[in-house]
């Protein structure tokens, strides 16, 4: 490292280490990123290492991983080796509106870039499932009026979805069984999750948890519809899967998760 300072012309200058506190020369910086040495006996300094030390090794490990491993893997542990040299800090944070969730107004820096502002929205987590019958070859959809599609090109506002809710403070496996038997007025026995995901993430904080549950006659326990109390209004479709596949293909199914799902069995055989 020293070595390599000489070429770049960078002379040493002494510092203070902001780990164990004693005197440091720095032999090598770039940008943000400082190799310091020591100056005090190494045994008085321990095993201390800063940040940017670690930083470094890091860096070095990533070139020897990028030489090893397949191609198509090179580029995930570049950036994510990448993402590891950014600082994130945020600057303020301000409560616009709280009226059911939280929507705040954020300042941060990220990197070397100046400060940026976004609008992050925060209603908490979610679950969606959805209900197959491996011998008849149907799925369990719902209907109901979203006024944000309504408002964005959907001229009846109805969308039709599988089961979904937010979790409400529950696990997002109970959560799921509850909004099943509300919303489609099943009472299923065993669930799978199969996958998490962001749905929004340049704004809305949300991490959504993927089910799917077998279902059968027997276990229809009400004519579901949602719960007066919360104003919903929901309708319950038994569809042919191949039918609601040739739904998303005409756009009469427009809802990101419900593709997903229905998606998801295709690719994994489950009809």
Known sequence: MIGRSRIRGLPSRNSQCFRCGLAVS?????RRVEVVRHIADRKAAGRCRTGWQWLLLLKSLRRVLTRVLHPPLRGCFFWYFRAMDKQIKIISSEVLSDNKYILRKVNYEYGERMMQTREVYDRGNGAVILLYNPIAKTVILTRQFRLPTFMNGNPTGMLIEACAGLLDKDNPEDAI???????????IREIRKVMESYMSPGSVTEILYFFVAEYSAEMKVHAGGGLEEEQEDIEVLELDYERALEMVRTGEIKDGKTIMLLQWVRLEGVL
């Open 177 to 187: 069984r509850r909004e099943t038997e509300e919303e489609t007025g099943y009472k």
């Open 26 to 30: 720095i032999v090598y910086k770039y």
